[in-house]
């Protein structure tokens, strides 16, 4: 089933199934969201939650025993449940059972909430422990956007461009930061061992399809806002990610699709050859028995 919420600007479309957003559009009904292919990336804006990435082997072990889970997790491939909707918010829950306890066993509800803020899509995560352990996650979004936003453009006209995250020591001014790449194999899995001097990604970054032959380039120290932008009109969307520290940007690999996602991530895919073990895995996120873990980001568009 989908959900619309609106505002006198925008509307979006949001499937029960996953808590996945379908559909950007502007009051004219221009789309901005990809809208699938059976040929390459059937999804929209997958949410990632209580994994992102691969699992190496498909499993990882918690107190001594092995789960066995599909890619980014399973909120994606679950039923949410609609527990507030108005005009323009809506909140969606997913709340442990016997399935999910198969292949996560905590017992937690976790929630997104969509809310129409102006030109503004706010996303927020809300994860809840309800057992007695404490429970270690990882959330994330997915998002793909249409490239090129207006006819006449091509995907080569636009970039992406990464937040100014530190001040020049002498001016005082903002300068442009490039992040670091986290180097994968070639089966998409974090290498464990990465360069002492890892590659830094050209800000802006032009795109051009053959970016994603290597699949996705995840990057660190990428500040907390990334563009995408049109060079010829200047139209933009920005995802804002204050809470995530890490940054995706992906297409179908070895493709000219007319799409581009940027993906703020809270933490990383497993190591090649490592079965993790979820408790030891340094960047999970954690969250102690009845407490509640939120992130809020957002997508603003300039169109």
């Known amino acids: 089933m989908e959900k619309t919420i609106r505002n006198g600007q925008f509307a979006a479309r949001i499937s029960t199934h996953g808590a996945e957003l379908h559909s950007i559009q502007d009051a004219k009904g221009k789309e901005y969201l990809w809208q699938g292919d059976e040929t ?16 190496t082997d498909g499993r990882y072990s918690y107190q001594g ?42 017992s937690f509800c976790f929630e997104v909430t969509y809310e129409w803020i102006g030109n503004r899509l706010e996303v927020l995560y809300r ?33 992406i461009e990464f937040s100014d995250s530190r001040k020049d020591a ?42 994603f032959d ?6 660190e120290d990428a500040g907390d806002t990334v563009t995408l932008k049109s060079r010829k009109s200047g139209k933009s969307i920005t995802v804002h990610f204050p ?15 007319p799409y581009v996602c940027l993906e703020p991530w809270s933490s990383l895919p497993s190591r090649k050859g490592i079965v993790e073990d979820l408790e030891k895995k340094e960047d999970m996120l ?4 009845g407490e509640v873990y939120e992130n809020l980001w957002t997508i603003e568009l300039e169109v």
């Open 40 to 55: 390459t990336w059937t999804d929209h804006a997958p949410v990632l939650f209580p994994y992102i990435g691969r699992f």
């Open 214 to 219: 290597h699949d996705a380039i995840v990057m």
């Open 65 to 106: 025993a092995d789960y066995s889970m599909q890619i980014h997790g399973l909120a994606m491939y679950s039923e949410f449940t609609v527990t507030e909707e108005s005009d323009s918010r809506i909140t969606f829950a997913l709340a442990d059972n016997e399935e999910t306890r198969k292949q996560y066993p905590f």
């Open 127 to 159: 994860v809840k422990n309800t057992g007695t352990d404490p429970m270690y996650f990882a959330v994330g979004g997915h998002p793909g956007f249409c490239v090129p936003f207006e006819e006449g453009e091509c995907f080569e006209d636009y970039q």
């Open 286 to 289: 954690k969250v102690s028995a």
């Open 243 to 257: 809470k995530m520290d890490y940054l995706g940007i992906w297409h179908w690999p070895k493709a000219e699709v």
């Open 170 to 211: 002498d001016s005082g001014k903002q300068c442009g930061q490039k992040p670091k790449k986290v180097e994968f194999s070639e089966d998409c899995y974090v290498l464990p061992v990465q360069p002492k001097e890892p590659e830094r990604i050209e800000n802006p970054l032009p795109l051009k399809h053959t970016l």
